[in-house]
């Protein structure tokens, strides 16, 4: 008798409990805490939240712990809770250049005023693994000082005052926001930047690493990057004046890149831009070198083709949750689908050997 | 959990943001309306577009039936019933004739619909041209221009290769002498159905934002040509629970001899004629069990 498909929801049930059977592991193991991972998996969180597009390190601690780790489902699990949110409005543009930092620095001179600041990085530890954190013992503490009171303005300021820079292009007054409307194309910069700052890390990584050889050139030279925390500023309508509603962590990439100009226009330095949620130096440095290699036809450079510069194909496909479930989707059942598929190639198969015989 | 949210889990700006899509898709049928699709708490592929659709449909007094490959009893079709159950608190129903409003993936019900009864398409790609020309900006050009040519052309080679149209699902319709629509991937049996139907036939494509529409009694056309004419296929036998000889069968792998038997896809179908007394091959005291 068929009874192929019967006890879809004793399946279902079944599969939830042993999947929060399998998220907790063994039991005689201590449960891993909200606290804990938010304390000592802080970049797995600072992922979360950029892609996720939601500044809470305690959901998004949450969400890595009920996906088991699985960030990308970590990031599905807060985008479902974010689009439920109201959206009150936008803030006041934020002053990067007051950022109160944690680690800042330029590859393009070597002294800047602020100074160079390395800060948490793992830029120069030498990767062997460390065997003592196996033992449980307790990390030393860094010793500490008093942070200094220096202005750190941008170092790209620093190059503009000399007219080296291209002007930073006018955005919007308001900007635009792909979560609350459809994407359209050709998209302002302002949305790319959006989409490519939700964007899934590894595939922006992957699209800047292809313009570095040669898919497209971006040529660049990381001007500035810093991370730490900035005050963000809303205006009240009611009090008619801004005020100081939090501060969020962010990592900010400015890049330097090849020349624009020509025999009128003297030459200029062009940008990237990359800002990205949470301390994500990866992500911002690719960030910066895609949104200028999609700047080829404001700039008046060439099309070769190289997929970084292809703003459809770009923004279709950057966005991890939207990839994933698609290409999870062909799990689902298909059957129909397929069945007509199955008398299709029967049909035609069976006109081909007709032919066939009728031939001989 | 139904305190934290609104009524059918979408808060109401949202809902009235994708009714007005709803109203635009009418108002042009066939044409494919971008929206501000929202992110849902299940994946994409899953049925996103039809489920926020569906939300901005429903009202406490709807009586819900959610199918997928014409099936009530599928686990993604289990799935989002209960969704709608926990969020919504609407009724739900496995039969067609008592459901208000029906969200389908891959089928169109047997039984015949009725006026008053909404059907909701989950779509992956709404674009009938997305695979002729995968840019967005193109397409849209070629579906304000009527430029439909590429589509007849791929028809037209499907059959100088193959000696038919190779095209068993998501057969492309043309709706009301003007718009080219992907019907979601039902099988091209089902097509016929589409056109002249009184209930209101809703798709809704989540990841790809976009929502078009069927109001009742439209004409929806299969591209076709005269000497090639759209035929509506199904396996060549009858249903072996129920005897059905006019309904989508599924076919099903008894063992590993190549025995196989078929049956309805389409579940209340087949549950309803067996009620009725129908019996198939298969069935206990059938014909010739």
Not at chain 1, 167 to 189: H, I, K, Q
Not at chain 2, 17 to 41: C, D, H, N
Request: glycine fraction near 8%; proline fraction near 6%.
């Amino acid at each position: 008798m068929y009874v192929a498909t019967k006890g879809g929801e004793r399946a279902i049930d079944a599969a939830h409990g042993w999947l929060a059977a399998e998220r907790r592991g063994d039991p005689g193991v201590a449960e891993l805490s909200i606290a804990q991972i938010r304390e000592q998996m802080a970049l797995a969180v600072n992922r979360v939240m950029a892609e996720g597009s939601l500044y809470d390190r305690d959901l998004a601690a949450l969400a890595i712990k009920q996906a088991r780790g699985d960030l990308i489902e970590a990031v599905f699990l807060i985008r479902a809770y974010r689009t439920t949110l109201p959206r009150f409005g936008a803030s006041m543009p934020m002053e990067t250049g007051a950022m109160q930092i944690t680690r800042r620095i330029s590859a393009t001179f070597k002294d800047v005023p602020g100074g160079q600041v390395l800060g948490p990085t793992f830029d120069y530890t030498h990767r062997l693994l460390d065997f003592a954190l196996m033992a449980e013992g307790e990390a030393p503490l860094a010793p500490r000082a008093p942070a200094e009171e220096v202005p750190a303005p941008h170092v790209l300021g620093l190059l503009d005052r000399d007219g080296l820079m291209e002007p930073v292009p006018e955005g919007a007054a308001v900007p635009p926001d792909l979560t609350r409307a459809p994407l359209e194309l050709p998209a302002s910069r302002a949305l790319r930047l959006q989409a490519l700052a939700r964007g899934d890390e590894g595939f922006v990584l992957g699209l800047a690493y292809s313009t570095q050889r040669g898919y497209g050139r971006t040529h660049a030279f990381v001007g500035e990057l810093r991370i730490g925390m900035v005050a963000v500023e809303m205006e009240i309508p009611e009090l008619g004046f801004a005020v100081e509603i939090g501060d969020v962590e962010l990592t900010e990439c400015e890049t330097v890149n090849q020349f624009i100009g020509s025999k009128t226009e003297p030459a200029q330095f062009t940008r990237g831009y990359g800002l990205v949620l949470g301390q994500s130096e990866r992500k911002a440095i690719s960030m910066s070198l895609v949104d200028r290699a999609l700047r080829w036809e404001e700039l008046g450079e060439e099309n070769t083709g190289a997929p970084a510069q292809d703003e459809e194909f770009v923004l279709a496909h950057c966005d991890n949750i939207q990839a994933t479930g698609f290409l999870e989707h062909i799990k689902l059942p298909h059957y129909v689908d397929f069945q007509s598929e199955l008398e299709l190639i029967r049909k035609l198969r069976r006109g081909a050997t007709a032919m066939n015989e009728a031939e001989e | 959990m139904t305190e934290a949210y609104s009524f059918a889990y979408l808060d109401e700006s949202t809902k009235r943001m994708i009714r007005r899509t709803l109203l635009k898709a009418l108002a042009v049928p066939g044409y494919q309306v971008p929206f501000a699709s929202r992110e849902m708490p299940m994946p994409y592929g899953w049925g996103t577009g039809g489920v926020q659709v569906t939300a901005a449909c429903l009202v406490p007094e709807d009586v819900l039936k959610v199918i997928d490959q014409g099936a009530d009893d599928t686990t993604n079709a289990v799935s989002i019933r209960r969704f709608f159950q926990r969020t919504a608190g609407v009724a739900v129903t496995e039969h067609t004739t008592e459901a208000s409003l029906i969200q389908t993936r891959h089928r169109i019900p047997e039984a015949p619909l009725k006026e008053g009864q909404i059907l909701i398409y989950q779509v992956p790609i709404p674009e009938p041209l997305r695979f002729l020309e995968p840019r967005e900006s193109e397409t849209r050009k070629m579906h304000a221009l009527e430029e439909y040519g590429l589509m007849h052309v791929k028809l037209y080679e499907d059959i100088a290769r193959h000696g038919a149209i190779a095209t068993s699902y998501g057969y492309p319709v043309k709706v009301e002498g003007r718009y080219v629509m992907d019907p979601s991937p039902i099988p091209k049996f089902d097509n016929p159905k589409l056109s002249g139907n009184p209930a209101i036939q809703l798709f809704g494509a989540g990841r790809e934002s976009r929502i078009h529409a069927l109001p009742p009694y439209t004409r929806v056309v299969n591209l076709d040509f005269e000497d090639h004419p759209f035929e509506p296929t199904k396996a060549d036998a009858a249903c072996d629970l129920c005897g059905a000889t006019t309904s989508y069968l599924d076919e099903v792998i008894m063992d590993d001899a190549g025995g196989r038997m078929f049956c309805c896809s389409d579940t209340d179908f087949c549950a309803t004629r067996r009620a009725a007394g129908h019996a198939g091959r298969l069935a206990p005291g059938g014909e010739a069990a």
